[in-house]
Every structure is written in C-alpha cells, then in structure tokens.
C-alpha cells in the first residue's frame, strides 16, 4: 500500500509542476500519451497492492484523476484538458486490464 500512496502523490507533484516547466518539456501532442502511461502504471500499481475487490476501492482510484485535474488547475495555473482526463481514466482503465490478464495468465501455468 506505501508503493500506491507514494505513487500517487508523485502524481500529485508532477500536477504541480509550474506551465513554464510544462511548456518547455512538451512535445507537440504526446501529453496524452503521457498521461496514459502515468495512469496506467497508477492502475498496474494499485491492482499489485491491493487485493480487495470491493466497489469503495475502485471508487477511491478513479477519484484521483479528478483530483489530479483539479491541483493542475487550482495550483500549477495549467488548463485542465477534457482529453487529459479522458487519457487518465483510460490508463487506469487498461492498467487494471493488464493486471488482471496478467495474473490470470500466471495462475493458468
């Protein structure tokens, strides 16, 4: 559970990063993929740390995106982008995915 909550907390302080620092590390049209990889090691993470299943928990997950847009806007000055958010939660998505599949697979052999 401490890999998860420190993940998540670097993922609150890349939010915080100032749009000087944004602009001159971006590259035209990959911030989505960027976002994507960043959520879906966040999915990866917390499915590898958590062995519970109940609804609380993955409503506890999906509500970080939705906080990490708001500290983008709220105190890094950044615009929140709807296709962030969007990429965010389709990371989480298919992180989970992976790591279902994955240790599905494990358990088969």
């Known amino acids: 559970m401490y890999l998860l909550s420190i993940y998540i907390i670097i993922i609150f302080l890349l939010s915080s990063t100032s749009p000087d620092i944004v602009q001159s590390i971006q590259i035209n049209g990959l911030d989505k993929v960027f976002h994507l990889i960043e959520y879906l090691l966040l999915g990866i993470v917390y499915k590898a740390t958590t062995s519970n299943l109940l ?20 105190y890094s000055g950044r615009n929140v982008d709807i296709f962030d958010f969007i990429a965010n939660i389709l990371g989480l998505m298919i992180g989970i995915i992976i790591y279902r599949y994955i240790l599905t697979k494990n358990k088969n052999l």
């Open 55 to 74: 609804i609380r928990y993955y409503l506890l997950i999906f509500t970080i995106p939705i906080i990490d847009e708001f500290i983008i806007q709220k």
